[in-house]
Each structure stands twice: as structure tokens, then as C-alpha cells.
């Protein structure tokens, strides 16, 4: 009797597996690296005076393939990302956190598709309010070898700014 409970047992495991198949998603890679890193840029380089930019927080980068191999998604999320400016001359510092997500997923043709949605700059400056933001959700097709150098905007919405403005609101916020 036990022997055929366990043959019934065995066979009823068998067929279920061969309805269920057997199980071959690839698990996403998660890489995590500690970001701490300081610029050091002259007069002249990007404002009138010399400007230190500091990135610190964590960069999370999870990257999801198929079932032969190929990179389907990458997402990139920051936490307790601060990026800092000062002005080496006066001391004056402003900050922006920085999160994402940002997703990037492959076109086949050597571009990608790169969906930023949430906050990709913010600039407050303390008693003086709002000056710049980057905040909603960006969608635009880009080099693979630069996914963040836009080629062809497919989606702005949210409030964003010109990105050259983006610099001109640092230096001008901390003159």
C-alpha cells in the first residue's frame, strides 16, 4: 500500500510539473554602488566662479533579460541621492535630490527608449523659492552608448525646463 501511495504520489508530481513547465525566468540583476563624488570646476568652466558640485547617495541598477540573455530593461533608481553646488568663493551651497526612476529598454536598432518619470532636478533656494525643476515624466528615444542624450522627445509632461537653464539657475543662485 505505501508503495503504490508513493508511486501515485510521484506520478501526480510528474504530471504536474509537465503542466506547469519547467520554471526559466532569469532573475533581474541588482548592482548597488555608494556614490561619493566631488567636481572641483575653475572660473570660467561653467560660472564666473570656481563651482563644487557633490553627488552622494545610492545607485541601484536592476537590469532584466529575457529568456536567451538579452537586456530587456534597465532601471536606474537613486536613493538618498543629493547632488550639491557651491561657490568656492562665497561658500554660498545649493542642493537638488535626485531619484528617478529612469528606465531605459532597447529599440533593436542601436537606440533606446528612456522614461524618466518623478524628480530629475529640483532647485530651491533657501527664503528664495523655486527656481528650476525637471519634475514629471520625460520620454525620448536615445544613442544606446548615451541613453541619456535625448535624440527625439516622445512625451514631456510635468514642468520642465530648458536644460541649459539648468546651469544658468546654479550660477546665478549662488553669485
Do not use: W
Not at 52 to 57: D, E, F, L, S
Amino acid at each position: 500500500m505505501v508503495t503504490k501511495l508513493a508511486a501515485l504520489c510521484a506520478l501526480s508530481l510528474t504530471v504536474a510539473g509537465l503542466a506547469v513547465g519547467p520554471a526559466r525566468a532569469t532573475p533581474p540583476a541588482v548592482t548597488e554602488v555608494i556614490v561619493d563624488r566631488t567636481f572641483f570646476l575653475a572660473a570660467g568652466d561653467a560660472c564666473s566662479f570656481p563651482l563644487t558640485i557633490h553627488n552622494q547617495g545610492i545607485r541601484r541598477t536592476t537590469t532584466f533579460v529575457d529568456a536567451e540573455g538579452n537586456v530587456t530593461t534597465t532601471m536606474i533608481v537613486l536613493i538618498n541621492f543629493i547632488q550639491s553646488y557651491t561657490n568656492e568663493d562665497t561658500g554660498a551651497f545649493l542642493s537638488t535630490p535626485l531619484a528617478g526612476p529612469a528606465i531605459i529598454e532597447p529599440n533593436g536598432d542601436g537606440t533606446v527608449t528612456t522614461r524618466v518619470p518623478g524628480n530629475d532636478g529640483r532647485l530651491v533656494v533657501p527664503g528664495g523659492g523655486f527656481i528650476y525643476g525637471d519634475l514629471g515624466l520625460i520620454v525620448f528615444t536615445a544613442s544606446a552608448s548615451t541613453p541619456f542624450t535625448p535624440l527625439d522627445i516622445l512625451l514631456l509632461t510635468g514642468h520642465y525646463e530648458n536644460p541649459s537653464r539648468y546651469l544658468e539657475a546654479v550660477c546665478s543662485s549662488l553669485s
